[in-house]
């Protein structure tokens, strides 16, 4: 029998603990005979028209450690936030939304997967026209191999992540994302479309824009390599790439998180012998390390998000920036 998994447990706890926070199921998904939550969590300000960051996680379910570095955030500034008069300014001016768990039953099982042996960052409808790296990129054959796309359209979760997005998309004046995902790699990547096409998203410059500024505000501190994701490999059924490519009228900025979990396999080989090890830290200090470690990039990305940088971008501006971003990640 299937305990309700930590994750959520705490996700749970942080919503009855504090009012604010504005929850919503955005789908029920079925396993064994139990229903597994889809929960939003929104916090900050309910007009519209704000600058929306939405932090997600847990897409697939083995990577525990993208939820936990989510939930580890929400509940740090659920705790500043009685008394740091800083951010409740700043929540007046920009919407946060978590979906720390999008994949629920993925993280019962262990699995990258969902219950019913998609993997969601392979479900959303659309097909690189390059080819894609065998398997990794996405397959149709059997969900008993691994990045299965599924047949059947988008699962529950997906079209859940895709539908609310899209609501944020139209009442917001820029949305910029996060999406937490572990395994790949000795460094920490920060990942944005195109993963499938070799191409430059329009107003790729906004990317550049947020790169620039961040690497030039916190210059000692941990760099990320960014790149389009196309240029470490392809892949059918992205979920940003989808949403990309349905041309919002506002600021989008879909960014991927990959924590290099195989430098936790280098420091402690024996995780080699233990699935979940080669996604998640299994040290204690080397987990707290992780859940502290992204925290100023993501109030980076807070305090871009309600100075309106995106927004106020000219269109002189962006063309440089468009120019340097393409002489960076495609010459």
């Not at 936990?68 to 939304?97: C, P």
């Not at 997967?113 to 894609?132: F, W, Y």
């Not at 690497?215 to 990320?224: K, L, T, V």
């Not at 998640?280 to 100075?307: C, E, G, W």
């Amino acid at each position: 029998m299937e305990s309700v998994p930590f994750e959520l447990e705490t996700l749970n706890h942080l919503i009855a603990c504090h009012p604010q926070l504005r929850a919503k199921t955005l789908a029920d998904v079925e396993y064994n005979g139990k229903l597994y939550p889809v929960i939003r969590a929104e916090l900050g300000s309910t007009d519209i028209d704000v600058p929306t960051v939405m932090f997600v996680g847990g897409v697939h379910g083995v990577e525990r450690i993208g939820c936990q570095v989510q939930l580890a955030h929400m509940a740090s500034l659920l705790t500043r936030l009685e008394w740091d008069v800083q951010l409740q300014h700043l929540l007046t001016r920009v919407r946060l939304s978590f979906v720390p768990i999008v994949n629920p039953v993925g993280l019962i099982r262990g699995t990258r997967c969902n219950g019913q042996g998609v993997d969601l960052m392979r479900n959303a409808p659309i097909t690189s026209a390059d080819k894609v790296t065998f398997l990794v990129g996405g397959q149709k054959i059997s969900a008993k191999l691994p990045w299965y796309r599924g047949k059947n359209g988008m699962e529950r979760e997906t079209s859940a992540l895709v539908d609310y997005v899209t609501s944020l998309l139209n009442t917001s004046s820029s949305v910029i994302v996060l999406d937490a995902h572990s395994g790949f790699g000795l460094s920490d990547h920060v990942w944005f479309p195109y993963a499938s096409s070799q191409s430059a998203m329009d107003k790729i410059g906004r990317i550049y824009q947020l790169k620039q500024a961040f690497e030039s505000s916190f210059p000692h501190h941990n760099h990320y390599r960014f790149s389009p994701q196309s240029l470490i490999y392809q892949t059918h059924g992205d979920i940003w790439d989808y949403l990309v490519a349905q041309n919002p009228d506002v600021p989008f900025v879909p960014l991927t998180l990959e924590m290099g979990s195989w430098s936790w396999v280098k420091k402690n080989p024996r995780q080699l012998f233990n699935f979940a090890g080669l996604f998640n830290p299994q040290k204690t200090h080397r987990y707290h390390r992780t859940l502290r470690k992204h925290t100023v990039f993501m109030q980076f990305l807070m305090d871009i998000a309600a100075s309106r940088t995106l927004e106020n971008l000219t269109d002189k501006q962006l063309h440089k920036l468009d120019r340097q971003a393409y002489q960076l990640w495609y010459e």
